[in-house]
């Protein structure tokens, strides 16, 4: 790591870099470590002079909201870099278009096509993350998905190269798509359809009634741990962990949520292997049981 050269390199510009930033706070789990550099870039032209100098040495995450990650005990040898608030703006275009920036987060978007009378967001009021996450892994609920109202992509490669990418150039599947993983989004076009204000409200309102019934809230849970294996069965993951894993299963803090057993909680002081030590086990009891192997759907930075 080149964490000198990053010091000296922070004085020149005016977003803030933190070293040996504690990651705990940073993710709904509420477990993890240190990053050797936390990079927050307040304005895109402070990212763009970053990635120039350090973005093809290195080792870097991209952290959103935290909401399906999982973070090592351990200190990331690496660099963090977490959008600033300018990254999370929305506008309305003349045409119809919504535009967000990727540290949006979801909620915000959908608050906003309801003010604006704009139909087709209605299920981001459930997902818990941001723009920049959910269209990393093409994220969705209720049988909707970020491809169904995508237009475009504007992104930046590790050399500080930015790049508009049209949706339809982009392969989409489910929780995931076919574009470099090295890619940093920075903002998206998205298009709905005019629908009545009190119409958005109430299907809002049904959708995260839904979610409420069988998901939980406000506890230290990081969103669906396994991705439905809809090539291999015509069962959901969390039926197929229910018939084959004992759902009062523990490693230390870590368990099952009573609610949903597709979501792994941090019941108090869990640890970074207390956490993956249960994904494992709930992983090889599924395939043992069933044969079929689950994919992970939170994402792990060790």
């Known amino acids: 790591?080149?964490?000198?050269?990053?010091?000296?390199?922070?004085?020149?510009?005016?977003?803030?870099?933190?070293?040996?930033?504690?990651?705990k706070k940073s993710n709904w789990f509420n477990i993890g470590g240190k990053t050797k550099v936390y990079f927050k870039p307040e304005s895109l032209s402070d990212l763009v002079i970053f990635l120039r100098k350090f973005g093809n040495n290195n080792k870097i995450f991209i952290l959103g909201a935290g909401s399906n990650t999982l973070i090592n005990d351990n200190t990331f040898d690496g660099i963090v870099i977490k959008l600033g608030k300018n990254f999370s703006n929305v506008s309305l275009l003349p045409n119809g278009l919504v535009v967000a920036g990727s540290a949006c987060t979801d909620k915000k978007l959908s608050d906003f096509a309801t003010e604006n009378e704009i139909g087709g967001f209605e299920f981001l009021a459930c997902i818990p993350g941001t723009i920049g996450?959910?269209?990393k892994?093409?994220?969705?609920?209720?049988?909707?998905?970020f491809?169904?109202?995508?237009?475009s992509i504007q992104a930046i490669d590790r050399l500080g190269k930015i790049i508009t990418i049209p949706a339809d150039k982009v392969i989409f599947e489910y929780r995931n798509n076919d574009l470099n993983k090295d890619l940093i989004f920075l903002s998206a076009s998205f298009k709905g359809k005019k629908k009545d204000k009190d119409q958005i409200e109430k299907e809002v309102f049904e959708l995260k009634k839904r979610k409420e019934e069988n998901q939980p809230t406000k506890i230290k849970t990081s969103g669906s741990t396994f991705k439905n294996p809809i090539n291999q069965t015509s069962k959901k993951v969390w039926e197929l962990i229910k018939e084959s894993v004992p759902l009062e299963s523990t490693f230390g803090d870590a368990g099952i949520s009573e609610k949903h057993c597709n979501f792994f909680v941090n019941k108090n002081n869990a640890t970074f292997d207390d956490m993956n030590k249960l994904i494992e086990f709930v992983k090889e009891r599924v395939e043992e049981k069933t044969g079929i192997k689950l994919e992970k759907e939170i994402k792990i930075l060790e």
């Open 147 to 151: 491809k169904d109202i995508l237009i």
């Open 137 to 145: 892994i093409n994220a969705g609920c209720f049988n909707r998905e």
């Open 1 to 23: 790591m080149i964490v000198d050269e990053i010091k000296k390199f922070s004085e020149e510009i005016s977003s803030i870099i933190y070293f040996d930033y504690d990651l």
């Open 133 to 135: 996450g959910g269209l």
